[in-house]
């Protein structure tokens, strides 16, 4: 599995960011993570590839959507109304059992998401 993410960048408060994951040949749990310097990772929203179910955390609900093109190979993260809390390093993760977080054990290098 290789997960490859692109499309972060900085952005003024209020504006919006996709962020794309290319996972090539995987099936299973996809998540979105982020990580904000001097804080935990924390999961941002995670999608079964099986049943498209979705989940986002609280701090994002509303305002991210995760999406999946299986066609591509690709997961998506649309991010709206951002905050500079939103401020963080974002993980495209991938899970071939459960969402549950501790089984996520593939991840990619990471795309940097600056909102001033």
């Known amino acids: 599995v290789q997960l490859v993410e692109s499309g972060g960048g900085s952005v003024q408060a209020g504006g919006s960011l996709r962020l794309s994951c290319a996972a090539s040949?995987?099936?299973?749990?996809m998540a979105w993570f982020r990580q904000a310097p001097g804080k935990e990772r924390e999961g941002v929203a995670v999608i079964s590839t099986g049943s498209g179910r979705t989940m986002y955390a609280d701090s994002v609900k509303g305002r991210v959507t995760i999406s999946q093109d299986s066609a591509k190979n690709a997961l998506y993260l649309q991010m709206y109304s951002l905050k500079p809390e939103d401020t963080a390093m974002y993980y495209c993760a991938a899970s071939t059992s459960s969402c549950r977080p501790s089984d996520f054990g593939y991840w990619g290098q990471g795309t940097q998401v600056t909102v001033s």
């Open positions: 040949g995987f099936t299973g749990c």
